[in-house]
């Protein structure tokens, strides 16, 4: 689970996280073609990174030695192979649920915003 403990992600590594996400939009597309909505906004979920590894060295060395720096482009790169490493899986799995969502959109003639 993310932050928010009423958020699930459709690319959780807990195949209970990944139901309850699809639930819950099925339920709100139901609410929103109830209320004429046009669109339903999703947010898929995310590649999990360590953010202490990661998002907090890397603003650490913007404000020690700039964005520019040989170090902070180094550490900049082996994150981005480290995403790009993963990255995969999530996406498939947010593919996947797309598809299920999808067509019960169209149904419903509510249009998605991703």
Known sequence: MIDAPDAY???SHRPFDRQR???MTLRTLELAAE???SYLV???????MNPRKWS???T????TVGSHSPDFIKTKIAFVK???????????RALEALATI??????AGVKLAI
């Open 9 to 11: 992600e459709f690319t």
């Open 21 to 23: 996400a699809m639930d």
């Open 35 to 37: 209320f004429g909505a």
């Open 42 to 48: 999703l947010h898929m979920g995310s590649v999990p």
């Open 56 to 58: 907090q060295a890397l």
């Open 60 to 63: 650490n060395k913007i404000a």
């Open 82 to 92: 480290k995403r790009e490493k993963i990255a995969p899986l999530y996406y498939h």
């Open 102 to 107: 999808a067509g019960h959109a169209a149904e």
